[in-house]
């Protein structure tokens, strides 16, 4: 995923406020997918408030209704912006986490087919699309696009790799190699997927 990385913030001292007015809507939407969630809730409100009505406003609205569950809302968005912003392959990634979050898995590995074709360095695409394939319980096939998003990322410390090694822990685990399994869900829990813990609990010893 074509992001760029914050580390610049913390290593000249620079504070959120002052990070947020000195970046770009384009750089700030990019950003935005490498932090925490709460930092990311406050970049993409700062996104809407500078630039209403672009497709990164429009992804960003989106997001909102699927934190808030009015995901019907969110695939309404998804449509639009797809219709409106046709290139913009964040359309499709917004399309495919609203059919993720309804539980339509075959329609979401559909859209994210389209963020692979438009992109095929986009990791996103295929950390979202392996936990789809998890859900149907293909587990050789989610572990195969987590393998291949980690393959292909510029960096794995982004807070949202801890649920690819949540899942694909998992996913080992179903099949039987609990070393490996384990040791991606205490990665997961080391990178602040708290629930992993309670995974290691239960499977393993």
């Not at 986490?97 to 389209?114: P, Q, V």
């Not at 807070?159 to 070393?179: Q, S, T």
């Not at 399994?181 to 813990?197: D, P, Q, R, T, V």
Request: with cysteine; aromatic share 16%.
């Amino acid at each position: 995923m074509i992001k760029k990385i914050i580390l610049f913030c913390f290593l000249f001292g620079i504070s959120m406020p002052k990070l947020i007015s000195q970046t770009t809507v384009e750089e700030l939407f990019f950003i935005s997918f490498d932090v925490n969630p709460e930092t990311a809730k406050s970049y993409r409100e700062k996104i809407i408030e500078m630039a209403p009505g672009s497709m990164y406003a429009m992804y960003c609205e989106g997001w909102f209704k699927t934190k808030n569950d009015s995901l019907t809302a969110a695939l309404t968005i998804a449509t639009d912006l797809i219709k409106k912003y046709p290139e913009f392959l964040y359309g499709y990634l917004l399309k495919g986490n609203t059919n993720y979050f309804l539980a339509n898995y075959n329609e979401a590995i559909k859209d994210y087919n389209k963020v692979i074709d438009m992109d095929p360095k986009e990791d996103g695409g295929y950390i979202n699309r392996a936990q789809c394939k998890f859900y149907l319980e293909d587990y050789r096939g989610a572990i195969k696009d987590f393998d291949k998003a980690f393959d292909i990322a510029e960096h794995t410390d982004a807070y949202y790799f801890a649920e690819a090694y949540y899942y694909r822990g998992l996913a080992k685990i179903k099949l039987g190699h609990m070393d490996e399994g384990c040791l991606n869900l205490s990665k997961a829990g080391e990178m602040g997927f708290i629930k992993a813990y309670d995974e290691i609990k239960k499977q393993c010893k």
